[in-house]
């Protein structure tokens, strides 16, 4: 059994879903009344030229405090003289902290060697004084308990050791005795 329906009813729709044309036409006519509106709004605003003014103001007595053949002072800093020997084993204390911190210890052994023997140097210079050469004998002892304290494990304390060693060679070399 075959059904046969006309053209007329294939295209056609059906009469429960039919919307008014009317309806459809004023929603269109609405949609395209906003579409035109928004256009026109976004072309005029976007073309306004709007003037800003800037007001800027100078203080007048700003300008009088200028002193017309102004020499720039130089001064350069009395620092003290530096000792080599006292720098280098600073140098090799703060590498062997940073190298304690990164659990190395075998490097950190190596700075404190060659930090010893930069102190042994400093020590044997003929321009040191009495409290110098004490300073720098704490200081190796210093350096001496802190390698102990690593060969032991004890990193925490050798680091502590380390930093009072540091500041002992800083006031050496600031000659704050």
Do not use: W
Request: proline share 4%.
């Amino acid at each position: 059994m075959i059904l046969k329906t006309s053209p007329k009813e294939t295209f056609a729709r059906p009469r429960s879903s039919a919307v008014p044309e009317q309806a459809i036409t004023l929603e269109a006519l609405v949609a395209s009344m906003l579409l035109c509106g928004l256009l026109f709004f976004a072309l005029f605003s976007s073309c306004a030229n709007r003037s800003i003014e800037e007001t800027v103001t100078t203080d007048v007595g700003r300008q009088a405090a200028q002193v017309v053949n102004a020499q720039p002072i130089i001064q350069y800093p009395q620092l003290p003289e530096r000792d080599p020997d006292v720098e280098t084993a600073g140098d090799r204390i703060a590498e062997a902290i940073m190298r304690l911190r990164r659990h190395q210890t075998a490097n950190a052994l190596r700075a404190l060697a060659r930090a010893h023997a930069a102190l042994v140097r400093a020590g044997r210079a003929a321009e040191r004084t009495e409290a110098e050469r004490d300073l720098l004998t704490a200081t190796m002892r210093q350096v001496k308990t802190a390698e102990a304290l690593i060969n032991r494990g004890v990193t925490e304390q050798a680091i502590k050791q380390l930093n009072e060693a540091n500041q002992n060679l800083d006031r050496l070399n600031m000659h704050q005795l």
